[in-house]
Structure formats: C-alpha cells, structure tokens
C-alpha cells in the first residue's frame, strides 16, 4: 500500500467534500443582501419571512463547511509534513491570516446573523449579514492566495537552513498578488454566486411544484436568484472564465497541452468540445472547432499553441482526468446559460415559468449541475498542476511524509469515508426537512421570547418526534 497515493486519495476526498458548502455560503450571502435589501425598500413581509428561512440553512450550510474544512488543516501536518516544511513560513501565514482576519469576523456576527432576526432591528440584522457574507468573501481570498502562490509561486526565495531547502517571503505584494491570483479569485465568487443562486432557484421551484403553501414565497425567491444566475452564467464563460484560460496559457502552458489534448505544437489550434484521449497512441479524438483554442487563448486565430510534446514527460499532469473534468466544467457553463436564458424568457413572457412544470424541474435539478461544475473547476486547477505541488518548486513525491504507513493512510480513509457519508446524509436530511417545512409565518418568528433560541436543528427533530 503506497502511503503516498493514498495520501493523495485522502486529501481529495476531504478537500473535494469540503468545496461543496464555501461556494454555497458565500453565494446565499450576497443573496441575502439583496433579499435584505428589498425589505428594507418595500417593507414587505415576505422579503422578512423569507429571511429567517434563509439564514437558517445558511446556519446549516455555514456548519457543516466549518466541521470540513478544518481537517484539512491536520493533513497539511501528518501526511504533507515535507510540504509544510517547503512552504509553511509562506502558506502558513496566508492561512493564518484567513484564521485571524476572515474566519473570526464571519464567525463573530455569525450569532447576530442566526438569532438576531427578533432581536435587532432591519437595519442592524442586514448589517450582521452582510458581515457575515463578507466574511466568507475575505475567507476565500486568503485561500485562494495561498492556493495560487502554488499555482504560480512569487515574491520568495529558496534558502538552505539545518532543516532543508525552505522558502521565504520576500515581497509580501507579489506573493499574494501572484499572476493566477486574481482571474482565480473572480472566476471562484463567481462560480459561487451562481451556486448560491442555483440553490434558490432549486428550492423556489419546489415549492410551486410541491409545496404549494409557499408558491408566492417560491416566487420571491425566483424573482431574486434568476437575475444573478442569469447575468453571472452569461459572464462567467466569456470574461472570468477567458481570463482564467490566458493566464494558464501563459504560467503553466503544460497544463493547457493537457486539459485539451494537443500533443503537438499547433497554429490555429481547434478547441475540443467533447472527447476522449487515446494515451497509448498519443491522439485526442472528439468533437473540435477549429481555431477557437489559439483564439481563446492568444486572442489571435492563428497563434501556436505548445503541445504536450514541447515539455518533458515526467512533467505532464494526469491527462484524462484533467481533460475530462476540464470539458465537463466548459460544458456545464454553457448549459448554464441555456437554463437561465430558457428561465428567463418563461418568467418574462407573461410569467409562464409559474405554470412551466418543465422548466421548474430544471430549475429544481440545476443546483446539482452547480456543485458538480464547481467541482470539477477545482479537480482541473489541482490535477493540471501536477507532478507539482508547488509549480516547478516542489515534486508531490516529495512532499509527503516518510515515516506514514500505507495501512495507517488506508484506515483514516475508511473513517473519512463512514463520517463524511453520514454528516452528507444528515445534511441532505436536515436540508431536505427544512425546504418541505418551508418558511415559518412572520408572526410565530415575531412573537417568540426573547430567551427563545431558534434551533434549527432542535425544531426539526421535535417534528420528527411529533409525527
């Protein structure tokens, strides 16, 4: 049993599990802002109502990431101790700050957000919101600095000290401001907004086709989520997502070769829609466009794209999953479009999307599409970067720990597989519980004791009990 690999397998799994609920929370935030927003302009009652339903999964959401995502912190240490030793004096204090100027200000107007809907006024409780929603923003910036100094390291230098090869910041303003930083950073809000949003429209559209007692707050939701669904699928492709692609082109140009198949050197080179790599004969079969790939990427037709064949073997990624998962996310992102853009003419040609069961079910599905697309964004990002895990700094086999053993990896990954599988069914379950019960009336929430704590999770299980 190789400890190294399994290593590999266990931090996908836990990091692949934990990026479910990020994109999530940070999405609801900005949605609750504006679901805030509208209550304070119009004073209606159901943008109130619809907010203490919101905050409440967001509160489950929020709960679950955190229990997620703080194991990753240990795997750094007793499976990357090599890794941690490389780069802790950089990404240690990338993270750190996360910790210290994100984390903590999300958390501390966290208990305002959950309890507060009765106790602060409009304003007040909006303010606790938005802070709680830009700290989840300020949380994924700190990460994706520290994720994209490995993409693209900057700003340090290797010293030798009694403990190894160690690197060190030298120019804070480089390191964090590193060239994959930003098209990074923009592409991943994005991709969240759309997820957050996806999450509304799902939930909107099941309660007008099954909880028909919540059909005008399923409504409301709509109104608000396909807006931002809708304009953010239609700029996600062309702008932030274009983005992304020149910056590969021009920092890591073996990861482009891989996640579209072109093993050689190629002007004018055409774009794969779908397909499939043939590694034993070194061919990429598929459905191409020609051209579209040298203009994506140069912003000219006939610019040469470098082929796989142009680096060495042994610094190629994992070519099938980083092609696949590559057109996978593309693919989705245009289907995105479709769905908003179908959405959007039901709603606006005479509000048919109300009576539209088939595109309700659509909406209800997308949610699953978003996760899967945001997914495989980040299998694309990491497995192209390999055999680096830190680009052309630092080898993978050479990071992990040299005194793991195979079987020691192996049981963890078999605990992470029995927990993570129930804390994922109790949260499809209490989610699920939540969405059938559908918004409480604003007099119940208006009118409980001040001393009175809304446990989510308390409320659903004396249901449970009483049925």
Not at 24 to 37: N, P
Not at 236 to 265: C, I, S, Y
Request: proline share 5%.
């Amino acid at each position: 049993m190789d400890s190294l690999l399994l290593s590999r397998v266990q931090f996908a799994l836990t990091a692949s599990f934990h990026f479910i609920y990020p994109p999530l929370s940070m999405g609801l935030g900005l949605l609750l802002i504006i679901i805030g927003v509208n209550y304070l302009r119009t004073r209606d009652p159901k943008w109130r109502q619809l907010s203490f339903f919101w905050v409440k999964v967001y509160g489950l959401v929020f709960a679950v990431g955190v229990a997620t995502g703080i194991v990753q912190e240990f795997e750094f240490g007793t499976n990357w101790p090599e890794y941690s030793r490389f780069v802790g004096n950089i990404f240690g204090s990338l993270l750190a700050a996360e910790g210290v100027f994100a984390f903590f200000l999300e958390g501390g107007f966290l208990g305002l957000m959950l309890f507060g809907g009765n106790r602060l006024g409009p304003r007040m409780w909006l303010l606790a919101i938005f802070m709680v929603a830009f700290g989840a923003h300020f949380s994924a910036l700190w990460i994706l600095m520290a994720n994209s100094w490995m993409q693209t390291p900057a700003g340090y230098v290797v010293t030798q000290t009694p403990m190894g090869a160690q690197a060190f910041m030298t120019d804070f303003g480089a390191t964090v401001f590193t060239p994959s930083f930003l098209p990074r950073l923009w592409h991943t809000w994005v991709a969240s907004w759309m997820t957050g949003a996806a999450l509304m429209l799902s939930v909107g559209a099941w309660f007008l086709l099954r909880v028909k007692q919540h059909a005008e707050l399923g409504k409301a939701t709509i109104r608000v989520a396909l807006p931002v669904f809708v304009i953010f699928s239609i700029l996600q492709v062309p702008l932030f997502g274009a983005r992304q692609a020149e910056n590969v082109t021009h920092n890591q140009p073996v990861k482009l070769a891989a996640m579209e198949g072109v093993w050689e050197d190629t002007a004018c080179a055409p774009m794969t829609v779908v397909g499939w790599i043939d590694e034993a004969n070194q061919t990429t079969y598929g459905i191409k466009i020609p051209c579209l790939l040298s203009f994506l990427a140069y912003g000219d037709i006939n610019a040469t794209v470098q082929g796989l064949h142009s680096f060495p073997a042994d610094t190629w990624p994992p070519l099938q999953i980083t092609f696949q998962a590559y057109h996978l996310m593309i693919n989705l992102g245009m289907v995105f479009i479709g769905i908003g853009l179908l959405a959007a003419f039901f709603f606006f040609w005479g509000r048919r999307l109300w009576r539209s069961t088939f595109i309700l079910w659509i909406l209800v599905l997308t949610i699953f599409l978003t996760e899967v697309a945001t997914i495989v964004g980040w299998w694309t990002a990491e497995f192209g970067r390999q055999p680096w895990i830190v680009w052309e700094l630092l080898r993978t086999v050479d990071a992990g720990s040299p005194v793991l053993l195979g079987y020691q990896v192996l049981i963890s990954n078999g605990m992470f597989i029995l927990l993570y599988g129930i804390l994922f069914v109790l949260f499809i379950f209490l989610l699920n519980e939540k969405i059938q019960h559908g918004p409480d009336s604003l007099e119940s929430m208006e009118e409980r004791p001040v001393n009175a704590l809304p446990d989510t999770f308390r409320e659903i299980f004396r249901r449970q009990a009483r049925a």
